[in-house]
């Protein structure tokens, strides 16, 4: 053979080696991606199970509030309840009388301190404007002690919660009082 044709074989065998190389590249470039594939469908699976637990917990985190989230109250009034039934065991005589009353004027005290420290407060009625969200109107009363349109009487006080009203007040709406010359 010549010093061409051996170049030339020589170049052939370069092309094969060259071919087979890149087809080895290409399988561990196939293989480095099928790999990549795996690890991401695992992590992939490793969250979705992790997100499941999440949710699960989650439900039952807000069942047992919705279940148990009176607790700190339902104490705290527990309390209060516990000193009206010491006042009741009490026998009233005309001189214990007056120690009894201040007694149930600072459990009342205390029950408006729980339902406070709570976000419950009473939402000020009286010689107040009328507002239908805050009121339900019982009945009206010719007065001139306040305003037309304002609330002359209370019979069950409106309280919120924080910034909602959970309970709206009866009330007795002020209307225009007749003078005394027209009666």
Do not use: C
């Not at 561990?28 to 997100?51: C, P, Q, R, T």
């Amino acid at each position: 053979m010549s010093n061409t044709e051996d170049k030339k074989m020589a170049d052939g065998s370069e092309n094969v080696e060259l071919k087979e190389a890149s087809t080895e590249t290409e399988k561990s470039d196939l293989e480095i991606a099928e790999e990549d594939a795996v690890k991401w469908k695992h992590d992939f699976l490793y969250l979705k199970a992790e997100f499941e637990n999440y949710k699960r917990n989650a439900i039952k985190e807000r069942s047992e509030l919705l279940k148990f989230g009176a607790e700190r109250i339902a104490r705290d009034v527990l309390e209060v309840m516990d000193n009206f039934e010491r006042a009741l065991a009490v026998k009233l005589t005309p001189e214990s009388m007056q120690t009894f009353k201040v007694g149930v004027e600072m459990t009342a005290k205390e029950l408006k301190d729980v339902l406070a420290k709570h976000g419950i407060q009473e939402v000020p009625s009286e010689g107040q404007p009328f507002n239908p969200a805050h009121h339900e109107a019982i009945s009206s009363e010719a007065t001139n002690a306040v305003p037309n349109g304002h609330v002359a009487r209370v019979f069950k006080k409106p309280y919120k919660l924080h910034d909602k009203i959970i309970r709206t007040g009866q009330v007795v709406v002020a209307s225009s009082a007749i003078p005394q010359g027209e009666a």
